[in-house]
């Protein structure tokens, strides 16, 4: 079986986060890391390499040269080889243009021996659109399950449970197909001293747009498809009042608080 | 003017609150018409509750084709209908469905897509928060037909009495779009509260209640309230992953937020921060909830909530 995990590299969220004078996302001055969510993909991704004799998983990553670190991770974690697009253009594309990047490099990654799962995490810890696996399963016309709690395979056959907000499905669909999967598909491994130690001798390849094919002018902040006109930091909410609760002070404090906002 | 179409988000015809919410965003933007998929009966009954609310049109699609089948089916269909109507922007609940089938249809029809907004104004600036609601974004959609995904409790639903007039539209399904099939569905049990997204008041518990929620389910019953649960709740296996609010679970916008034996790790504020009201109760006083809060009491929750419950109660007599 041949896997592409799409792994992203983001600003580390319990970092202070924030954006450049041009609105994007600063990806260089706050200390990043994969994706907490796409180490589940990574985790899903090895537990079925361990299933099927014969699999490769591919760690896939856009982003700047920094992102390396994302894939490294990867490695670490037990993915075969790794690849990084990284070229000046993509900075500051949209979800559309990185969507097609990655659709394209994993084009490229199969090109002799093709892709039968690409899996991605359910969302970015930055931008946390979720929009990207659908966009994939789209360009690449595959089939798409995602949002996976439970993940089974047999053969080429996949099923996946999805709690969506009104019900839980099961969903079925034959490979080659694009997966997503959340966080209740169960705990990502740590790196071991040995899977760090072997990482820096797996293979790692850095592309660039021409190497797979995309014209710089369709990708980048120039031509996105949306525009962020405005970035504010939240003003920090008001210090609200604290009370201790003292011989059942608090439940009447709060009571009180309560009607004074009209929510009783 | 031009159209604006609304997803209609429902369960068998019951329609959800926040797809109301969007017929109010829809008519800032245009002319509102709604999207239904389903059966015609439904749709004429839906178009009437939909009219009342703001859609002079509602176009129902039957979904016998498609029901069977995720998510790629209904883009497919939508982008039919994108062509035929040539709409000012195409507004989705923020969900998982609404969402993937927003992307699909990104890229179908080679327009811009914003997820997860919490408002939206006149002229299509949409307004959403990032970073686990630290900062606010404006932004708009610069190509095609601006496809915006609209989280719960962004807008009010407004009584405006429109035509709801229906029109039966037909897509056409190619069979490359019916790859991925529902093979089972369940639908989630009412447990006689509101849904957690929608509700206007939501009351959680965390790693504090000990695996104890029944003070957090006196006090949202009290309160007319959704129940809601921290990671490390649902991760000890207290409360189903579908009670979880945070990052990796629902994003809430509740009036009133109430925080229960949470200590607010960033994952539980990205899904909760942008609240109107917060209220926390927390034995530990340095907990980081407590720079969120409105109001915040420091005590045990075991003992602040069934007295506060009992109060509540009774003052409502």
């Known amino acids: 079986m041949n896997i592409v995990v799409c792994v992203k590299y983001v600003p580390d969220s319990t970092a202070d986060r924030q954006f450049e004078s041009d609105n994007t996302v600063d990806r260089v001055g706050v200390d990043g890391l994969l994706s907490e969510l796409d180490e589940y993909a990574v985790e899903q991704a090895l537990q079925l390499k361990e299933k099927n004799e014969g699999t490769t998983v591919t760690a896939l990553c856009v982003g700047p040269e920094k992102a390396v670190d994302a894939v490294r991770k990867a ?56 929009v990207v696996p659908a966009m994939l399963a789209e360009r690449l016309d595959l089939p798409q399950v995602t949002f996976a709690s439970v993940v089974e395979t047999q053969g080429d056959q996949v099923r996946i449970k999805r709690d969506s907000d009104t019900a839980t499905e099961v969903i079925g669909a034959t490979m080659p197909l694009v997966m997503s999967v959340t966080d209740q598909t169960g705990e990502a491994r ?66 009180e608080f309560l009607v004074s906002k009209k929510f009783i | 003017m031009s159209e604006v179409l609304v997803v209609v988000d429902h369960v068998d015809g019951a329609i959800r609150k926040p797809t109301f919410e969007l017929l109010t965003l829809a008519r800032r933007l245009g002319e509102a018409s709604a999207v239904f998929f389903g059966s015609s009966d439904k749709g004429a009954e839906a178009a009437t509750k939909l009219g009342q609310l703001g859609a002079e049109k509602v176009y129902v699609v039957d979904d016998t084709e498609i029901k069977g089948y ?89 009584e405006v009495g429109a035509a709801g007039t229906v029109e039966e539209f037909a897509a056409t399904i190619s069979d490359s779009a019916k790859k991925a099939q529902i093979v089972a569905q369940q639908p989630r049990k009412a447990s006689g509260r509101p849904e957690l997204t929608e ?28 129940v809601g649960a921290s990671r490390a709740a649902v991760d000890s296996g207290w409360m189903p992953h579908t009670f979880q609010v945070g990052q990796t679970g629902k994003v809430v916008s509740p009036q009133l ?30 907990a980081p909830i407590f720079e969120l809060v409105d109001f915040g009491v420091v005590g045990d929750l075991h003992t602040v909530l069934p007295a506060a419950t009992e109060e509540i109660n009774k003052r409502k007599g």
């Open chain 1, 190 to 255: 740590y790196p071991s001293f040995k899977g760090i130690m072997a990482a820096k001798k797996k293979p790692l390849e850095t592309w660039s747009l021409s190497d797979i094919g995309v014209d710089a002018g369709e990708v980048g902040l120039s031509v996105a498809w949306t525009e962020v006109t405005e970035t504010t930091a939240r003003p920090p909410r008001t210090a609200g009042e604290i009370v201790k609760d003292e011989d059942g002070s608090g439940a009447t404090a709060l009571t």
């Open chain 2, 70 to 158: 995720l998510v790629a089916p209904k883009a497919e269909a939508l982008a039919q209908l994108v062509e035929k109507t040539s709409p000012a922007a195409v507004l989705f609940v923020s969900g998982y469905e609404g969402k993937e089938v927003a992307a699909r249809l990104a890229i179908k029809t080679g327009s811009g897509i914003i997820t997860d907004a919490v408002d939206v104004e006149e002229g299509g600036v949409v307004t959403q928060a990032a970073f686990a609601g630290n900062y606010t974004v404006k932004g708009k959609v610069t190509k095609g037909v601006p496809l915006i995904t609209v989280k719960p409790n962004s807008a009010p639903v407004e």
């Open chain 1, 75 to 130: 490695l670490q974690m037990g993915a075969d080889q790794g690849i990084l697009v990284t070229d000046e253009a993509i900075a500051g594309s949209d979800y559309v243009a990185t969507s097609l990047v990655l659709a394209k490099a994993i084009e490229k990654a199969g090109a002799e021996n093709k892709v039968d799962l690409v899996m991605c995490g359910m969302a970015s810890t930055d931008a946390s659109g979720s």
């Open chain 2, 199 to 226: 509700a206007a008041i939501v009351v959680s518990g965390g790693r504090g209640t000990g695996g104890n929620f029944e003070p957090v389910e006196g006090l949202a019953d009290a309160l007319g309230a959704a």
């Open chain 2, 257 to 286: 937020y109430v925080a229960n034996g949470i200590s607010g790790a960033i994952q539980h504020r990205a899904g909760m921060q942008t609240s109107k009201t917060i209220v926390a109760v927390n034995k530990d006083e340095e």
